[in-house]
């Protein structure tokens, strides 16, 4: 078996352990004869170990139970718009916190069903730090506060929970949930594509505060209508049964390995090993972005010589190490390293690193 160590900033590397058991239940699940795919979704077998998946999530969250937790089809890019169309009425606004990319393209997908007021953004900034909260210019009035919590692509991570008062929260969490504990009632909506810290793409997770599930939004059809997938535990149509159960295996992988809080020490350990590989290059290596507001998930640097970029993914390729080219927008490199990713995996870009500038420096 060759296994890399994969950077991927998603669909993501998965913890071994999970795609292992997979494999092993993959034609014959929990005694049924069949693999997990290949059975109805309102059976009782799959009905049970949804609700055990919903409990697991529960606990390692602590998420209390006037939140519904929903598995739906999708992506997150599917709720730049479903969250206005369930959170917002006809003429209402929401302010939109621009982070990076991510949070940019949530405002501007929300455009057509509600008035986006940009409140803060660093876009002036390149993105390389979190606008400072006493600058925000939030509406009483608004329908919610969007926020991206970390940005996959810019490499900004909030490392707080910013007081907003009364009106909801909704924070994407697509690239940050599952990496330490967070406190849920600190907002109204969190949701994320799985591809990251959870499973397989095409699942995504949405945890509501019910009373948010009372408001009326905008018309629509039934399939939009977050309240009509609480109401129906998630099946209000098939659901992605597959990557419920993937999602299953690591929620156990993650109360196994000690919970939230022994995942976010590795996290931290990880990402400053990365950190001071760059900032102790002399330069060779950068990443410009706000030490405060550094991303624990995704790394971007650059090469002092972009001229070095090819030879430095070639190389990095031949050693096992995969993924590490940077998202186009930024060029240069960037290293994701979710939950699945060991600290053995840091250790190894790391001395590639320290290796690849001995000998191109
Ligand atoms: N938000 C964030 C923070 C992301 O990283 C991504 C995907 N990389 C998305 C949204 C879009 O997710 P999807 O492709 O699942 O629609």
């Known amino acids: 078996m060759s296994r890399v160590w994969n950077f991927s900033a998603g669909p993501a590397a998965l913890p071994l352990p999970v795609l292992e058991r997979a494999q092993r239940e993959l034609l014959d699940w929990n005694g049924s004869g069949a693999s997990v795919m290949e059975q109805s979704h309102r059976g009782k077998r799959f009905m049970a170990m949804a609700a055990q998946v919903e409990a697991d999530l529960r606990e390692l969250l602590d998420i209390p139970d006037d939140y519904a937790v929903l598995f739906e089809q999708g992506g997150a890019t599917q709720h730049f718009a479903q969250i206005p169309m369930n959170l917002a009425g006809e003429g209402d606004s929401a302010d939109y916190i621009v982070t990076g990319h991510w949070s940019e393209k949530a405002a501007s997908e929300a455009a057509p069903y509600v008035r986006v007021n940009v409140a803060a953004t660093s876009k002036a900034d390149g993105y390389l730090r979190m606008p400072a909260r006493a600058t925000w210019n939030l509406a009483s009035a608004a329908s919610y506060v969007h926020m991206a919590t970390n940005e996959t692509i810019h490499g900004v991570q909030f490392q707080d929970v910013p007081e907003v008062g009364d009106v ?90 000690g919970g939230l809080a022994a995942m976010a020490e590795r996290n931290r350990e990880k990402a400053s090993l990365l950190y001071s590989a760059i900032d102790g290059s002399g330069g060779f290596y950068r990443n410009p972005i706000d030490p405060a507001v550094r991303s624990r998930m995704n790394v971007p640097f650059t090469l ?58």
Request: proline share 5%; charged share 20%.
């Open 168 to 257: 909801p929260l909704v924070a994407d969490m697509s690239s940050d949930i599952l990496s330490g504990p967070i406190d849920v009632r600190r907002f109204g909506l969190i949701y994320a594509g799985a591809q990251k810290n959870i499973g397989p793409s095409g699942l995504v997770l949405i945890i509501i505060r019910r009373d948010l599930l009372q408001r009326p939004g905008r018309p629509m059809a039934r399939i939009f209508r977050y309240a009509e997938h609480a109401a129906s535990d998630s099946m209000l149509n098939t659901p992605n049964t597959w990557g419920w159960y993937l999602a299953g295996l690591t929620f156990q992988w993650l109360k196994e390995g």
């Open 304 to 361: 002092h010589d972009s001229a070095l970029d090819a030879s430095f993914l070639q190389e990095s390729e031949a050693a096992g190490l995969l993924a590490l080219k940077g998202h186009k927008a930024l060029g240069g490199m960037r290293a994701s390293l979710y939950n699945a990713v060991p600290l053995q995996a840091v250790q190894a870009l790391v001395g590639f690193m320290r290796d690849f500038a001995r000998r191109h420096g």
